[in-house]
């Protein structure tokens, strides 16, 4: 309900700026959820963007601002970590292929008379 309220003062904010009036609670919803894609759709991020862009107070711009950035460093350090795990998968993956072949060369059938090969 709170979710469906705050994307409805955002649609009537962009398209009856005359009936539209500022809620303070509505405005914190939006900016706490902006980056959630699960609560807000492309189109709405699209006129968040122009909302926050209108945004008359410095500081709650500031605090919107250095929110995105902190999220942008966090998703950079996701993206290097996920980068590593994927190099150290495909690392896994050439040692799986390498056990692979020698589990073949290893399968050949053995005559039961033969002495078995010391190494």
Same mark, same amino acid.
């Given at each position: ?9 955002? &649609? #009537?904010?962009?398209? /009856?700026?005359?009936?539209? %009036?500022f809620q303070k609670v509505?405005?914190?919803?939006? #900016? %706490? ?9 492309? =189109?709405?991020?699209?006129? #968040? ?7 008359? *107070?410095?500081?709650?711009? &500031? ?7 902190? #999220?942008? &460093?966090? !998703?950079? *350090?996701?993206?290097?970590? +996920? /980068? !590593?795990?994927?190099?150290? /998968?495909?690392?896994? /993956? +050439?040692?799986?292929? %390498? !056990? =692979?072949?020698?589990?073949?060369? !290893? =399968? ?6 033969? %002495?078995?090969? +010391?190494?």
């Open positions: 309900k709170v979710m469906t309220q705050a994307l409805s003062y955002l &649609q #009537l904010w962009k398209h /009856d700026k005359d009936s539209w %009036k509505r405005q914190t919803w939006l #900016l %706490k959820h902006a980056y959630d894609t699960r609560r807000i759709k492309e =189109d709405n991020f699209k006129i #968040l963007l122009e909302y926050i862009k209108s945004i008359r *107070g410095d500081r709650c711009r &500031q605090v919107t601002l250095d929110e995105a950035k902190k #999220l942008i &460093q966090q !998703n950079q *350090g996701t993206e290097e970590k +996920e /980068d !590593n795990r994927d190099d150290k /998968d495909d690392e896994d /993956d +050439e040692d799986d292929d %390498k !056990n =692979d072949e020698v589990v073949e060369r !290893n =399968d050949k059938p053995v005559d039961a008379r033969e %002495k078995p090969s +010391e190494a």
